[in-house]
């Protein structure tokens, strides 16, 4: 099984310009962002410009280097709660 990488869709067009265009970011992007209030490279930087779910929808995602590692076709995930930033 695929582990699966759970991605948090960015409401706020200031933070999307901040993840070069992305509409959504990983779930450790995520954390800091909601810890420091900004986004920070400090967990990596890898923009996909189509990340699937196994639905066969596809994302703009930014995501750190360990999910970009992760990745494989088909393991994204929307994450259900709210996003308030
Ligand atoms: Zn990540």
Avoid at 20 to 42: P, V
Wanted: hydrophobic share 35%.
């Amino acid at each position: 099984m695929a582990q699966t990488i759970w991605i948090h869709k960015l409401s706020d067009p200031k933070k999307k310009a901040e993840a070069d265009g992305m509409d959504y970011i990983c779930e450790h992007l995520f954390q800091g962002l909601t810890q420091s209030g900004k986004l920070t490279n400090a967990k990596g930087w890898n923009p996909f410009d189509s990340a699937s779910t196994k639905e066969g929808s596809s994302y703009r995602a930014l995501f750190c280097d360990t999910c970009a590692k992760n990745y494989k076709d088909g393991n994204v995930r929307m994450a259900k709660e709210p996003v308030l930033v």
